[in-house]
T-cell receptor, first 115, second 114 residues
């Protein structure tokens, strides 16, 4: 399977705990995105990387959220001191940046439940 | 501020008939539009896209139409099949402005009846 992979698929945690999610993009895709989706809504942009550089962060990404892509391959998204409002599906996508159209391909997501 | 809107939360269609999904946008800088399909507990799957230099793009049973003056796009699925039952998201980006992040609509749930 050469698609985008995410780990874990599901995470249940207690309020106040830290959690970390991992995303492995499609090989040779140099752009990597993180989105968050809540029930009944479309995905909302959080942040994106071009290679190892984090180029944009949404105002949705509070100080408790941090994302890294240290070697321009996989990425991690960490949430510190989780709150119940952080419960959502966290989606990762990657794109190849070819030509004039940049199509993003999504992973299966990590479902976070904060109790 | 919702820049991409899908005003129909659900659509029911008989197998073999046409499904038409609609999407409106407000940001005139958007120049690349995509449709994704999503099954429960899975990530969105890319279906079809269209650049603002075109007004139609076709791929098998899926056709996307873009009306730039009306800031409106639609997805036609012909013929509809039971496996098409899913949530469909419209998304847009402003790539000409080097803004590659996607703005999504809230989705339309399609149910194909046998």
């Amino acid at each position: 399977d050469t698609g985008v992979s995410q780990d874990p698929r599901h995470k249940i945690t207690k309020r106040g705990q830290n959690v970390t999610f991992r995303c492995d993009p499609i090989s040779e895709h140099n752009r990597l995105y993180w989105y968050r989706q809540t029930l009944g809504q479309g995905p909302e942009f959080l942040t994106y990387f071009q290679n190892e550089a984090q180029l944009e962060k949404s105002r949705l990404l509070s100080d408790r959220f941090s994302a890294e892509r240290p070697k321009g391959s996989f990425s991690t998204l960490e949430i510190q001191r989780t709150e119940q409002g952080d419960s959502a599906m966290y989606l990762c996508a990657s794109s190849p940046l070819k030509g004039s159209a940049d199509t993003q391909y999504f992973g299966p997501g990590t479902r976070l439940t904060v109790l | 501020d919702q820049q991409v809107k899908q005003n129909s939360p659900s659509l029911s269609v008989q197998e073999g008939r046409i499904s038409i999904l609609n999407c409106d946008y407000t940001n005139s800088m958007f120049d690349y539009f995509l449709w994704y399909k999503k099954y429960p507990a899975e990530g969105p799957t890319f279906l079809i896209s269209i650049s603002s230099i075109k007004d139609k793009n076709e791929d098998g049973r899926f056709t996307v139409f873009l009306n730039k003056s009306a800031k409106h796009l639609s997805l036609h699925i012909v013929p509809s099949q039971p496996g098409d039952s899913a949530v469909y998201f419209c998304a847009a980006s402003a790539q000409g402005s080097n803004d590659y992040k996607l703005s999504f609509g809230a989705g339309t749930t399609v149910t194909v009846r046998a």
